[in-house]
């Protein structure tokens, strides 16, 4: 009960009140614009983010590979224990080479020897457990991927790139080259940038909030008058008028509630003179017709009185003149009193 008579007194208050409707309509309207903007402003950076560290990651990528074939590229041959060995040399010279931020590395061997004869599966130490090989790129068609990893167990996942690509040594020894490039630092610059656009947005709404109700003000302000005007011109106050300033809508408006108050104030002026001659009309009327009524109707009083001295058809005829006499007299009386309700009514008293 206590809520729906909230609810009921804001219903209430929402549709009393224009300059409130149009406040929420205006914020309503601008706060959905900015979320909209806001939206895409934000999937854009983020996309451009996303890109540029992509484009970034397979030009690294690229370049420890290139890095990996030119070590070997003057070899005559090796056999398993170097290649391992100068893998594993390899390994943390490529979480370094080249990069501002240490990427993670795993050489994973495809080799289809015997196990005394293939090479080792390396990776960098932080290698991420929810990684497995088998989850990997595997046609390597496309080099690189989105990933989510934990770099340490039980730790909160965080974004990534993954290139992949193969790698021959010699020796026809087939490996796969992974990296992966940590998104954090996007992630945090997104979220940072979200932020800022969503602090932007809520101060832009509140500003366009706060213009919003100081113009519904000031347009709603000339109705207000407006309406008390009216109730002061239908109260008695025909002189009060609306002031006039400029030529626009709210000036039109404002001449032509004054054109009407003149035209109605000349109306009313009329029916006042009109209904005064009419009262003075019926006053004059009703005293020259006192006097001979009175006497008229004191003659009657007379002949009835003595009407036992009259014959029969006289002495009916003086009952049927003193009832008509009483009635006019009856009549008159009325009319006098209609005269001054009248009077008063025109007065205002």
């Known amino acids: 009960m206590f809520f729906s008579r909230i609810i009921r007194a804001a219903l209430g208050r929402f549709r009393s009140s224009l300059k409130l409707r149009s406040l929420i309509y205006t914020v309503s309207l601008s706060g959905t614009a900015l979320v909209v903007l806001g939206g895409l402003l934000s999937v854009n950076i983020g ?89 990997l790129i595997t046609n390597l068609t496309s080099k690189v991927q989105s990933i989510t990893m934990q770099l340490n167990k039980g730790g909160q996942s965080v974004p990534g790139l993954l290139t992949g690509q193969l790698i021959t040594l010699p020796g026809n020894h087939v490996f796969k080259l992974f990296l992966i490039y940590d998104l954090e630092s996007e ?49 008695g106050q025909l002189h009060r ?42 006053a004059d009327v009703s005293h020259e017709l006192r006097t001979p009524l009175t006497s008229m109707r004191l003659s009657s009083e007379m002949i009835l009185e003595n009407k036992e001295l009259l014959p029969t058809d006289p002495k009916r005829a003086a009952e049927i003149l003193f009832e008509t006499v009483s009635r006019l007299d009856s009549m008159l009386s009325d009319l006098l009193e209609i005269s001054r309700y009248d009077a008063a009514i025109v007065t205002g008293k």
Do not use: C
């Open 47 to 135: 996309n451009n983010l996303f890109d540029t560290r992509t484009n970034a990651a397979l030009k690294e990528s690229n370049k420890a590979a290139e890095i990996i074939e030119n070590h070997f590229s003057e070899a005559n041959g090796y056999d398993i224990a170097q290649l391992n060995q100068y893998l594993s040399l390899l390994l943390s010279r490529i979480e370094n080479e080249g990069v501002t931020k240490k990427r993670l590395v795993q050489f994973y061997s495809t080799d289809s020897n015997l196990e005394d004869r293939q090479l080792q599966s390396l990776s960098s130490q932080l290698w991420p457990e929810n990684i497995k090989p088998d989850n």
């Open 241 to 282: 008028r609306l002031p006039v300033r400029g030529t626009d809508d709210v000036a039109i408006l404002a001449a032509s509630f004054n054109h009407m108050a003149d035209s109605l104030q000349e109306k009313i002026t009329e029916q006042r003179e009109l209904s005064r001659m009419q009262q003075r009309f019926v």
């Open 187 to 235: 992630q945090q610059t997104l979220l940072f940038v979200q932020g800022i656009l969503l602090l932007g947005g809520f101060s832009t709404l509140m500003i366009i909030g706060f213009f919003s109700y100081l113009v519904t003000g000031w347009l709603v302000k000339p109705m207000r008058v407006a309406a008390e005007t009216s109730e002061l011109i239908a109260s």
